[in-house]
């Protein structure tokens, strides 16, 4: 088991930035980790993720040149640096892990084994 624990969202104005980091404890080996958002009335949509090892990232297309990826191996910690936010980036945000032993970097729901509880962030125009 992995859990995760996701902290750093809240309220900001468009055009502003957040920092969203996730830790995560239990399970050492973690393949992948990343984030998924989801805004009221949406299905839940990929942002970015992170290879553990080597450091390979992909971004939704929505974000890309925006929003940042990173992550601290001894903190077990992975951070979402969110800048020139706009109000459709309002969602909750929630952390994830990809524990397969195989495979690129997934952008799908069911790519990842264990998710966080979520932190709100919400833009205001």
């Known amino acids: 088991q992995v859990q995760l624990v996701e902290s750093g969202g809240g309220l900001v104005q468009a055009g502003g930035s957040l920092r969203l980091s996730c830790t995560a404890s239990?399970?050492?080996?973690?393949?992948?980790m990343g984030w998924f958002r989801q805004a009221p009335g949406k299905e839940r949509e990929f942002v970015a993720a992170?290879?553990?090892?080597?450091?390979?990232?992909i971004y939704a297309d929505s974000v890309k040149g925006r929003f940042t990826i990173s992550g601290d191996n001894a903190k077990n910690t992975v951070y979402l640096q969110m800048s020139s936010l706009k109000p459709e980036d309002t969602a909750i945000y929630y952390c994830?892990?990809?524990?397969?032993?195989?495979?690129?970097?997934?952008?799908?729901?069911?790519?990842?084994?264990?998710w966080g509880q979520g932190t709100q962030v919400t833009v205001s125009s």
């Open positions: 994830v892990a990809d524990v397969r032993l195989l495979g690129a970097l997934g952008t799908s729901v069911n790519e990842y084994d264990f």
């Open positions: 239990g399970r050492t080996y973690r393949r992948a």
């Open positions: 992170i290879m553990w090892i080597g450091g390979n990232t």
